[in-house]
C-alpha cells in the first residue's frame, strides 16, 4: 500500500512540473492587452480639455488624433494576440491531457509490465548471494579479495583463498596469502612447507635460498613432514650436492610406503642420481640400507609403542653394525646421524657424525655436506683437516 502511494505523489509532481508552465503562459498573454485601457482613459482625458479650453481646441485634436491612431494600432495587436491565444489553446490542452492522462498511463503499463510489484523485499546479504552459482571463479576471486581487504585478519578467508590460488596456478599470490595464514594464526611444520612450495613453484621450480630456509625449519620440526624432505631432496640435487640428496632419497623412501606412486617416485630418483654417482644398484635383501620393508612396517604398526621403539633402535642398530663393515657408505652415515637425532639420542648422532668424519676425512666436499648435516640436526659440525690443529 505505502508503495502505491508514493507512486502516485510521484506522478502528481510530474503532473504538476508540466501543468503550471502552461498556465503561467496563458496568464502572461491575457495580461498583454492591458495597454488598451490606458489609452481610452487618455482619450477621455483629452475630450474633456477640448470642451474646457475651445482656445487649446486645434493643439489637443492633434493629440487627439495620436491617441486615436494608437488605440486603432493596439486593436489589431489585439485581435492577434487573441487568435493566437485560441489557436494555441489546442496545443495547451494537449499537452494537460497527456499530462494528466497519458503520463500516469504510460508510466504504470511500464512498471507494471517491466517490474514486479508483488516481489517481497530482499535483505542486501540476500541479493548479493542469489547468484553466486553463477559467478565465474576470477568474479568470486575478486569478492573474497575485496572481503579480505576489509578484514584482513580473517584467516578461513585466507586459507580458502589460497587454496583457490594454488588451483589457478597463481604461486605468487598464494604465498602472499600463506604468509597472512602465518602471520594470523603462526607457523607451523605444514604452512612452511606449503609456503615453501609456493615459492619454489613461483620460481619454475628451482628451490629459492627463502624456501630452503622453510623447508628446513619445517623438517626440523617434523623430520616425517614429506612435503619438507622432498623439496630438500631436490634442492640438494640442484644444487649438485648429489650424495646428500642420495641419503635423503633413501630416509624418504621409508615414508609414505603404502603409496605406490610415492615409492615409484623415489625410487626412480635414487637410480637417477645413482646413475649420475656412477653407483651400482644395491641388492634387494632384507635389512638393507634402503630402509625398512612394507612388511616390517605393518609388522610395527601392529606392535604396541614400546615393542615399536624397541624395533626401531634393533634397525638403527643393524644400521650402525653394517657401516662398522663398510665406511664409506656415505647414505647410510647420513641416514644414520638423522635415525639417531629423531630419536632423540643425541650423542649417538654425534658419535656416528665423528665416525662418518674420520671415514671420509680425506674428502672435504663431503665433510662440507656432513657439517651441513650437523647444523641442520643441531650438532656439533666435524672439523674440516685444514683447521684440526
Known sequence: MLFWVITIVMLAIAVLSILLPLARRV????????????????LNELEAKVASDKTAAESLAQEKAEISRRILKQARTQDQITSSVASGSIPSIGASLIALVGLPVIVLATYLHTGSPGQPDQPLHARATANLENTSIDEMVVIAERHLAKNPDDAQGWSVLAGVYGRMNRPMDRARALQEIIRISGATPERLADLGEALTVAGDNIVPVRARQLFETAFKSN???????????????????????????????????????????????????????????????????AGPSAEQVEDAANLSAADRAEMIEGMVANLASRLEDNP?????????????????????????????????????????QLQQQAIQLGLKPPVSKEENP
Not at 496568464?27 to 487618455?42: G, K, L
Not at 612435503?227 to 642420495?246: D, M, P, S, V
Open 27 to 42: 496568464e502572461q498573454s491575457s495580461n498583454a492587452v492591458q495597454p488598451m485601457d490606458i489609452y481610452v482613459d487618455q
Open 223 to 289: 623430520p616425517q613432514l614429506a612435503k619438507a624432505g622432498f623439496y630438500l631432496a631436490i634442492a640438494q640435487e640442484q644444487e649438485g650436492k648429489l650424495e646428500e640428496a642420495l641419503a635423503r632419497w633413501t630416509d624418504l623412501a621409508a615414508l609414505r610406503v603404502s603409496d605406490p606412486e610415492w615409492k615409484s617416485m623415489v625410487a626412480r630418483k635414487q637410480k637417477e642420481i645413482r646413475g649420475k654417482l656412477g653407483l651400482p644398484e644395491p641388492e634387494t635383501t632384507p635389512n638393507t640400507l
Open 328 to 368: 664409506q657408505d656415505l647414505p647410510g652415515w647420513t641416514r644414520l646421524i638423522r635415525s639417531y637425532a629423531v630419536l632423540g639420542k643425541m650423542d649417538k648422532a654425534q658419535a656416528a657424525l665423528k665416525k662418518a668424519h674420520l671415514a671420509f676425512s680425506n674428502q672435504d666436499e663431503i665433510i662440507l
